[in-house]
């Protein structure tokens, strides 16, 4: 695990050999804005990730393959018909379905948390809701959203590192195949009854008419989506907990008012971005800001820091949940904007929403007898809490 980088906010960009074995670093809200929509980058960045040693042997291929055939690693074309597939289950009808039984579905979790006494709100709340969300989206039960969340935890190690080495890529690699067979076994069978309009639904149709060109494509899509859609809703919803627990006033006004919620939330992923930065590999060599970018060099967007670019934001370095700026960078921009972007709010809101109405006075439990300290993600990659410790006051 590694701290976060500090970089010089001054220059423009930079080389830095921290991560991947050498990367450019990008910090400022208009150059990340403007790299992420440059076709002259590539998101074809799975080489790096796999350690030299391991190329000869090719005992990492399948890893490779399945993470090289996802969305968030294709360009235009195959990215375009992809994304495209999926997009029906993101519209806001869809999300609207699916709010009303995610509301229900928190309040019976809610109702087995006696908040009386401290408790962990990630482990209880924060990881297990987005998981289960997800897995519902996905076709898959209960127990194998548990299964896949035990799967994710290594992945996570893997991508959350800037020089994974083999024995982490291995570790991975074996997550990520778990993964894949939680769907593998019956895939080409009858499948579980389902929702044609559900994501599942609509991934299936399309392998089935060939839209998806084979099992293996659709497979790394299904692996990509879990893991994608509870890693870092698990780290916002954290964050975004003890800011309001921190300001009573907003607290009560953000419970009461999903207009002043979403406001709040927003300024939550611009503060304290759960995903810090992005990557893509120079396709086409270019000279930006007096640095010759050759062709496979690592780009480096870094979200977190533009957003916190005083060029963009007034006072960017204070979290002020009023605030009303326009657009931040934590989703990303451009084709490759986060897919999951409306639905994460939704969550967020939701889930913050029935919390703080159901105990308008949680607060942060302090460390004593049977209670650890909370705990902060120390990590590079992402920001928000590993555990969270609160209780009502
Ligand atoms: C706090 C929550 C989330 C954050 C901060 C986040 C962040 C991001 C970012 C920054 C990107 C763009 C990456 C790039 O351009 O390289 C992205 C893409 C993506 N996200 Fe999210 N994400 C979140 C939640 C979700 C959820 C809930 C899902 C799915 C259910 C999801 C699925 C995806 C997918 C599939 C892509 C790739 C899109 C593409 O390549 O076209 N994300 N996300």
Redesign the pocket.
């Known amino acids: 695990m590694t701290e976060a980088l500090s970089v010089d906010a001054a220059s423009e960009i930079q080389w830095s050999e921290d991560y991947f074995g050498g990367a450019w670093l990008v910090t400022r809200y208009a150059d990340v804005e403007r790299a ?1 929509r440059d076709s002259r980058l590539s ?1 074809r960045r799975t080489g790096g990730w796999v350690p030299a040693g391991a190329k000869t042997d090719g005992s990492l291929k399948p890893f490779r393959s399945l993470v090289a055939r996802a ?2 690693f ?1 360009d235009a074309p195959d ?1 375009g018909r992809l ?1 495209s597939l ?1 997009m029906g289950a993101f519209q806001p009808h869809a999300l609207q379905e699916l709010g009303q039984r995610l509301r229900e579905q928190v309040r019976v979790r809610l109702d087995g948390i006696d908040a009386s006494a401290p408790f962990d709100f990630i482990a209880r709340v924060a990881q297990p809701v ?1 998981a289960q969300v ?1 897995a519902e ?1 996905l076709g898959l039960t209960l127990e194998a959203a548990d299964s896949a969340l035990r799967h994710a935890t290594d992945i996570a190690a893997f991508v959350e590192h800037p020089c994974p080495d083999e024995a982490l890529t291995q570790r991975a690699q074996r997550s990520a195949l778990g993964m894949a067979q939680l769907w593998r076994g019956w895939l080409e069978e009858d499948p579980p009854p389902h929702d044609p309009n559900s994501l599942f639904g609509r991934l299936l149709a399309a392998h089935r008419e060939g839209r998806i060109e084979s099992r293996e494509e659709l497979l790394a899509q299904l692996v ?2 879990l893991f ?3 890693e ?2 698990r ?2 919803l954290g964050s975004a907990l003890d800011a309001l627990m921190a300001d009573p006033l907003m607290r009560e006004r953000a419970a009461a008012d999903p207009a002043v919620m979403r406001r709040a939330v927003r300024e939550v ?1 611009r503060h304290a ?3 810090r930065y ?3 590999r120079v396709a086409v060599p270019f000279e930006w800001h007096g640095q010759q970018l050759r062709r496979g060099d690592a780009v480096l ?1 870094m ?1 977190a820091e533009a957003n916190r670019d005083a060029v963009r934001f007034t006072a960017p370095d204070q979290l002020n949940l009023t605030r009303d700026e326009g657009v931040h960078l ?3 921009v ?8 409306a ?2 709010q939704l ?1 967020v809101e939701i889930v913050l929403t029935e919390v703080l109405q159901r105990w308008p006075d949680l607060q942060r439990a302090a460390p004593g007898g049977e209670v650890p300290a909370s705990e902060p993600i120390r990590s590079g990659l992402y920001q928000g809490w590993r555990s969270l410790w609160v209780h009502r006051g």
């Open positions: 992420l998101v969305l968030l294709l990215h994304r999926m987005p997800v989206m990509m989506l994608a859609g509870h870092t809703t780290h916002l992923l971005s759960p995903v992005t990557a893509r967007l979200l934590a989703f990303g451009g084709p490759h904007v986060c897919i999951g972007a639905l994460t969550e």
